[in-house]
């Protein structure tokens, strides 16, 4: 969410924009190793230790300000099929009671299955060029923003076809009821320290 808000090129010498980010203070770990502490974020599920190509990286080695951070466009392409009733974000109060999230959910799900759709979805510049695996000159990767909105567009629809398979049926978050889940989805988006943010 940070990175998404500094990628996003706001003028912030506009009066009329907000220069105020609010956060709610979870846990306070300051008093602990460095060692300690990426073990406690780890486990707590603070902590997402892959890159944007979905190879894992020790904490230390996680860039330290938001300007550093490199962006995963199959993050994205996770969070339209998401919205696109592709899968079930479980884990909050609004989905306990859904049969595919009777289990507790995983961390970071929506980067689980980003890596799902990377390994079956690689998006390259022109098709007729052979598939070069990720870390690679990858187009999505290199693209602009306006280029990968269009590239993860052109995908969409096969990304939550692929997403609502068999293939994908031992993945948490399985959507076992489409049709429930698109009534239910307009409730469960809701923000603030004190509410659900889980979903």
């Not at 993050?75 to 009777?102: D, F, P």
């Amino acid at each position: 969410m940070s990175y998404a808000l500094h990628q996003a090129n706001l003028d912030f010498k506009n009066n009329m924009l907000h220069r105020t980010m609010y956060a709610c203070i979870q846990d306070d770990y300051s008093n602990m190793t460095q060692t300690n502490f990426w073990k406690k974020m780890y486990t707590t599920g603070n902590a997402y230790p892959f890159d944007e190509f979905g190879r894992r990286v020790e904490g230390q080695k996680i860039p330290p300000g938001l300007k550093q951070l490199k962006d995963d466009p199959y993050r994205t392409l996770s969070r339209y099929v998401r919205t696109s009733h592709g899968y079930v974000k479980c884990g909050g109060k609004k989905t306990k009671h859904l049969e595919q999230c009777a289990t507790d959910a995983p961390f970071f799900i929506e980067f689980l299955w980003a890596n799902f759709l990377r390994d079956r979805l690689p998006l390259i510049e022109d098709p007729s060029t052979p598939v070069i695996r990720p870390p690679s000159e990858h187009f999505i990767y290199e693209a602009s923003f306006q280029a990968q909105v269009t590239g993860l567009g052109s995908i969409l629809e096969q990304a939550v076809d692929v997403a609502m398979s068999d293939v994908a049926k031992d993945m948490p978050g399985y959507n076992l009821s489409p049709d429930i889940w698109k009534k239910a989805i307009a409730e469960i988006d809701k923000i603030g320290c004190d509410n659900d943010t889980s979903e």
